[in-house]
């Protein structure tokens, strides 16, 4: 199963509202995590089963979707938000990531 | 508090091996299903393999498939992965990363360990 994150990259500005999507090429239900990367740290966790919050993430963090195709949405784009973004998909192996969307500032 | 130390990384050459190994600490080990995940230079994450909590199940990326082991010893709270036949595109780092419970999601990851194939 192919996981294809989009966009590859995007610049926006502060307070703006930014959308990333992950499209499964087969149905996965809700067995999707997205991660955040910052520049030179190791990846967290955002969001798990789709739509969950992890504990300590702010909420203007926010995930939905179920089957194939999923959404990672930041309400009011922060200047700390800056990374790149992953899905990866957990129903079955391989547990395979998207390729990534990077978030840089206007 | 989890901590996941990888070390066992290095420079190898085209068709050597490594043992990279991870020491688990501030959780019940043998209770979690653990990854392997790597990344390459200026490159996204890619997922390598994964192992149960008791070690009975275990799975590969395409990739690496009939190269790499993944294992782990509960009695030492560490995981270990063997990487054979390493080509150039073997270079990366290596993170260790714990799963939230059975096969699932990542809630932890470790510093990592770069493994440099390179004739």
């Known amino acids: 199963i192919q996981m294809t994150q989009s966009p590859s990259s995007l610049s926006a500005s502060v307070g703006d509202r930014v959308t990333i999507t992950c499209r499964a090429s087969q149905g996965i239900s809700n067995y999707l995590a997205w991660y955040q990367q910052k520049p030179g740290k190791v990846p967290k966790v955002l969001i798990y089963d789709a739509s969950t919050l992890q504990s300590g993430v702010p909420s203007r963090f926010s995930g939905s979707g179920s089957g194939t195709d999923f959404t990672l949405t930041i309400t009011s784009l922060q200047p700390e938000d800056v990374a790149t973004y992953y899905c990866q998909k957990y129903n079955s192996d391989p547990l395979t990531f998207g390729g990534g969307t990077k978030v840089e500032i206007k | 508090e989890v901590q996941l130390l990888e070390s066992g990384g290095g420079l190898a050459q085209p068709g050597e091996s490594l043992r990279l190994s991870c020491a688990a600490s501030?959780?019940?080990?043998?209770?979690?299903?653990m990854n392997w995940v790597r990344q390459a230079p200026g490159k996204g994450l890619e997922w390598v393999s994964v192992i149960s909590g008791p070690g009975t199940y275990t799975k590969y990326a395409a990739s690496v498939k009939g190269r790499f082991t993944i294992s782990r010893d509960n009695s030492r709270n560490t995981l270990y992965l063997d990487v054979n036949s390493l080509t150039v595109e073997d270079t990366a780092m290596y993170f260790c990363?714990?799963?939230?419970?059975?096969?699932?999601?990542?809630?932890?990851w470790g510093q990592g360990t770069l493994v440099i194939v390179s004739s």
């Open positions: 990363a714990k799963a939230k419970k059975s096969i699932s999601w990542i809630d932890s």
């Open positions: 501030g959780f019940t080990f043998g209770s979690y299903a």
